[in-house]
């Protein structure tokens, strides 16, 4: 308790003997290290939020490849339809063509593309690739070719400034 005392006493010595701007320093110094543990703190929570919020993402993350493989599961179920009821016998025919649509994925999509393009093109790619033959009537125009004038920009900006001088 004597120690705690000396140092109390020291300290205010110390700044009484302060004059008004040693007083204001003080005060901006300690303001700043008051901020400065501010800063500390903010850090050290936000690191751990970020923690915590990747982890509770990995919890997510394994959650829905859980639901992902028992929906895989369940989707191998065959499903048997009893053909001689009146009220499901069109039934089997919608259930393949849901099948057929869901699982026949292994078309690729540019193909499909193509194939639709083909479909709906003016001209057709054969009939693109026989127009670049060399027997065939179309012509390609040739490409012109533009000439630039040779004159220096510096030139005409620097005789354009010789007349305005000339003109004060």
Known sequence: ???????ILNFSSFYDRLNEVGKLVFYVVLLLFLILIVLIVMAVLQNNTKQ??????LKLIKEDEKKLEEIKKSTNVDISIDESNEKTKDLKKIVDEIKKVTYDVNEDV?????????????????????????????????EESYKVPDYDINE???KSLKEFRKNL
């Open 1 to 7: 308790m004597n120690i705690l005392n000396i140092y």
């Open 52 to 57: 915590i919020i990747e982890n509770k993402q």
């Open 110 to 142: 540019t193909d499909i593309y193509e194939d639709e393009q083909e479909k709906t093109a003016v001209i057709s790619y054969e009939e693109l690739l026989k127009g670049t033959t060399p027997n065939s009537n179309v012509t390609i125009p040739k």
């Open 156 to 158: 005409t900006f620097l």
